[in-house]
Structure formats: structure tokens, C-alpha cells
């Protein structure tokens, strides 16, 4: 039919094009080297070993502010602490009842082992009213970005996922890294989950039970839960 297009061949010359720039750069990467003397490569290698010692540094200041691990913090005077402590902090006000929460704990918890650059945490939002005021919280589960103690921006129910509760933790990461608070070598103008809108994920391959009463989704139709 007119019009159409062979994404394989289209993928096919991208990956040629892309493999043609990385054989490239190695040559010219090579060639540098080859350039370089015994004192050039002894410049070179001690570069790299005080980057590599800067970053075991880095790597023990984090684990000693509680990177790498998904913690909850128990008081709203605590918070102000976390976000002094360290540079990038994601938190997620959540309430024990609301059931999306639990499905973020999941994937916050897999984003701290992967991405110990940042602070992973989350607070109850019932427990926290004069910080859930003035941070402007009134949809639970939000997420709440920030870099050098400084809002970047908030994850406010799965809206911003694909408005489904299947998104995958890829999803999630990539919406944090457009607040500049993770480390991320991804496509940013691309969501992860993206072809997976079309053909709605949360429904396919699941049988419709009728007379067996109302489904999940039918309880809660609505994305957020407003308090």
C-alpha cells in the first residue's frame, strides 16, 4: 500500500548509522592514544585513578546518608533533614488505605538499589499535615522531586505513568530524570511505555467476569485519590 513504511529496514539503518559513529569515535579514540607518551599515559592514568577514588568517596557519602535504599521518614521535622543531606531526594507521600501507593513502593524501592546518586524515601501524608500544606499536597500518591533542597517538580497520581497502574518501573525512572534529580543515559524525549499506550496494557489478555461482581478498577475509576 502507498505510504507505507518498512520500520525494519528504517530500524536497520539507524542501528548501521549509529554502529558507524561508535567505530568512529574508537578510531579517533585510538589514534589519541597512539599520539600520547610515557608521561601523557601517566597523566592519563592517574586522572583516572582520582576519579575513581573521588567516586568510591561519593558512593560512601551517600550510603552514609541512606542512598541505595528505600526508607520512610517518620516525622515532618526529619524531611527537612533528608533534603539538607543530600542533594537529590525523591519522597512519596502516601497513605497506608490507598492501594496505587503500594504499587510505587514497588517500583521506588527497585529505583534506590539502581540509582544511589539520589535519596529515595517516602513520608505518610496523615502524619504530615503542615508539611503536605505547604508543600500544596492534596492528591495521594505524589511524588515530590528535589534537587539542592529545591522543588523541581511532583509525580501527582499515574497521570504523568500512562495513566495506568501497570506502568513499568522504566517508566517511572524516566519521568524523574526529567527533573534532573537521577542519572539517567536514556531517551528522554521518548516515555518507555509509550507503544504500550495503543494497545492498552491494563486490559489485554483479561477476561471480562460477568455476575461475579465489580472489578477493582470499577471501585476506584478515579486515578488520583483526592483528600
Request: with cysteine; net charge negative; aromatic share 8%.
Amino acid at each position: 500500500m502507498a505510504g507505507n513504511v518498512d520500520i525494519g529496514a528504517v530500524l536497520g539503518e539507524q542501528l548501521l548509522t549509529a554502529a558507524k559513529i561508535m567505530e568512529e569515535q574508537v578510531d579517533e579514540e585510538i589514534k589519541q592514544l597512539e599520539k600520547m607518551d610515557e608521561d601523557d599515559l601517566e597523566v592519563l592514568k592517574r586522572k583516572r585513578m582520582d576519579a575513581m577514588k573521588k567516586a568510591a568517596q561519593q558512593k560512601e557519602e551517600y550510603l552514609k546518608n541512606g542512598h541505595g535504599e528505600y526508607s520512610e521518614i517518620p516525622e515532618e521535622k526529619e524531611f527537612f533533614n533528608v533534603t539538607k543531606n543530600s542533594g537529590n531526594v525523591v519522597c512519596h507521600f502516601y497513605r497506608d488505605e490507598t492501594f496505587r501507593c503500594k504499587i510505587l513502593d514497588k517500583h521506588m524501592n527497585l529505583l534506590a538499589r539502581k540509582h544511589i546518586e539520589t535519596k529515595f524515601c517516602k513520608i505518610n501524608a496523615e502524619k504530615c499535615p503542615f508539611l503536605c500544606d505547604r508543600l500544596k499536597i492534596k492528591v495521594i500518591p505524589t511524588i515530590i522531586m528535589i534537587k539542592d533542597s529545591k522543588t523541581r517538580g511532583y509525580v501527582v497520581g499515574f497521570t504523568d505513568l500512562g495513566n495506568t497502574d501497570e506502568f513499568s518501573t522504566e517508566m517511572l525512572e524516566w519521568r524523574l530524570a526529567q527533573s534532573e534529580v537521577i542519572n539517567y543515559s536514556g531517551d528522554l524525549m521518548t516515555p518507555p511505555d509509550q507503544a504500550k499506550k495503543a494497545s492498552k496494557t491494563n486490559f489485554v489478555g483479561k477476561k471480562v467476569m460477568r455476575g461475579k461482581g465489580k472489578r477493582r478498577d470499577d471501585d476506584d475509576s478515579s486515578d488520583d485519590n483526592d483528600w
